[in-house]
């Protein structure tokens, strides 16, 4: 996390600054299925400040840690003490004094959730109630209470019986921001299940399913994996959900679960470019998405360090590039795509450094946090 974006003369300030780096997971090996677990952070939820320290959330392929961080910048003075252990108290008592010190940033566990999923766990969200939060694995989705770390329980099930009948997996769930007893969760055949956990214990029938109609026209070989949902938020006031699929970003209503109400294109300079990025995976790759925190605005991520936000209501985007060697460096805009010489010129050179290269020099996306660091 990056402290910063002060008021300096009325005005905001642009410059960021690590607050805190700590190691949240260690590099692990499953010894009973000879899997190693690496330490890369699939997802980190903040919890509601209580108090003045803050918690969050973070999660590896397997185990979900509580943290605790907190700020010290005072310390009892060396003050001389005439209060000794075992002795009797002669004269004025000396009250020792508190005096400024360097800040320090504490970073301690305070829970450790393991040994619950037997896939990888690829989201987690925190219940409004603020007392429970979900863990999903491709499978499964489970539900524990901030206290209890040696028992969790199952609330969505979609393993079958036979596991060659494996059509479709989670890939990304999250709790109503209001609403405690509801939760939806994504699936790789582009469906959203919305479940309401007072109707049973196992949410194995959904309340309802956000799904849009394909056009068979338009189907191809690549149709089902492009479709495949890597993000769903709920908005702010929890009206709508923001899903995020290959090429692009989707808003749907709740009352109306038939089609989305918002399509923006986030890769569509790619949609011609599906066979090479199948022969490379990069098709396969997950970006995440979120909302303003006045809803009238969605964020997603892209490759080369850009994201791209989007105008409710509009389709006009905007691309901007993150530079993390020019941390203090204002945001530029950029354009995906270029224009039509340029394009014209690629075409002509397909081999030179300024075409086609996009397919061997895709980048991690995104909004994803490696080898296991924290960065505040």
């Not at 209470?145 to 997996?169: A, C, G, Q, Y």
Request: glycine share 6%; net charge neutral.
């Amino acid at each position: 996390m990056c402290c910063g974006g002060k008021y300096v003369r009325g005005v905001r300030s642009r410059e960021y600054n690590v607050y805190s780096t700590f190691q949240s997971h260690e590099p692990e090996f499953d010894y009973l299925k000879s899997l190693e677990i690496e330490e890369k952070i699939n997802q980190i939820k903040w919890l509601k400040k209580k108090n003045a320290a803050n918690f969050i959330l973070s999660t590896n392929d397997k185990t979900v840690k509580l943290w605790k961080i907190s700020e010290r910048e005072r310390k009892v003075a060396d003050d001389a003490w005439n209060v000794e252990r075992g002795g009797s108290f002669i004269g004025r008592l000396n009250i020792p004094s508190i005096v400024p010190m360097e800040l320090i940033v504490e970073a301690s566990p305070r829970r450790v959730y393991g040994n619950a999923h037997t896939y990888h766990v690829n989201s987690i969200s925190v219940n409004s109630d603020e007392e429970t939060f979900l863990s999903a694995d491709d499978l499964r989705i489970n539900l524990w209470h901030l206290e209890i770390t040696n028992e969790s329980f199952n609330i969505v099930d979609i393993k079958p019986t036979n596991m060659e009948e494996l059509t479709e997996v989670i890939t990304a769930s999250e709790f109503h921001p209001t609403q405690c007893h509801w939760l939806v969760y994504s699936s790789s055949k582009g469906s959203i299940r919305l479940c309401d956990m007072r109707d049973k214990a196992l949410c194995d029938q959904h309340a309802k399913i956000f799904e849009e109609p394909e056009d068979p026209a338009a189907r191809s070989f690549f149709s089902e994996i492009i479709a495949s949902v890597s993000d769903v938020k709920f908005s702010h006031d929890g009206k709508f959900l923001l899903t995020r699929d290959y090429l692009t970003v989707k808003v749907w209503d709740l009352r109306q679960e038939r089609a989305p109400v918002e399509t923006y294109a986030v890769h569509e300079h790619l949609r011609s470019k599906l066979c090479q990025l199948y022969e490379n995976d990069s098709i396969f790759d997950k970006f995440e998405c979120g909302w303003s925190g006045d809803d009238k605005h969605i964020l997603t991520g892209s490759y080369h360090n850009l994201f791209r936000t989007f105008a409710r209501g509009t389709q006009e985007g905007k691309t901007w590039e993150a530079r993390p060697a020019e941390m203090h460096q204002p945001l530029r805009n950029r354009k995906i795509g270029g224009s039509a010489s340029s394009r014209k010129k690629r075409a002509q050179n397909p081999g030179g450094a300024e075409g086609g290269s996009i397919f061997v020099m895709l980048e991690m996306p995104v909004l994803l946090l490696p080898k296991g660091h924290l960065m505040l």
